[in-house]
């Protein structure tokens, strides 16, 4: 059974309808082709954390205990900030790939109904298509039109 309208609330970015508010953009579900939802800063921060952190191990012995905590400590606490921060880009013709910036939970969350939407959109489009059409009877039939122009 289908919903005729998913809702769905999260970081201040609302879905409802077959329309995706943010706070500074509308979107329409019709036009996205598809959502990914990331963690860009993972990416840039787990390397640099992994050098300090071997840096700060391997000279832990002429290290004082503060310049170690340092070392190890804040580059652990930049990954656990940047686990937080995430990226949903919503991937379009017409949008050349739209990102929003929040908290990584509420747009994984913004994300799987956004999909759910999608997909519910999709069954309702096929459902409304008539049983004996099919894309190859219709592409025969185009060449058979064409066919006599071309003689």
């Known amino acids: ?30 036009d996205v082709d598809h959502v990914e939802c990331r963690r860009p800063l993972m990416a840039l921060l787990l390397p640099v954390a992994a050098g300090f952190s071997a840096i700060g191990i391997r000279f832990a012995d002429i290290l004082h205990v503060d310049e170690l905590a340092l070392m190890v400590g804040l580059p652990s606490v930049g990954l656990l900030i940047a686990r937080e921060v995430g990226t ?11 990102r929003i910036w929040g908290s990584y939970r509420n747009l994984s969350k913004i994300r799987a109904a956004i999909q759910l939407a999608m997909l519910e959109a999709g069954q309702a489009r096929s459902s409304r298509r008539p049983e004996n059409f099919s894309a190859t009877n219709a592409n025969t039939q185009s060449r058979k039109d064409v066919s006599h122009v071309a003689e």
Do not use: N, W, Y
């Open 1 to 30: 059974m289908t919903r005729p309208d998913f809702q769905c609330e999260a970081g201040g970015c609302i879905l409802s309808g077959g329309i995706l508010s943010t706070p500074k953009q509308v979107f329409v579900l019709r």
């Open 88 to 98: 949903l880009k919503i991937h379009s013709l017409s949008l050349r790939g739209e």
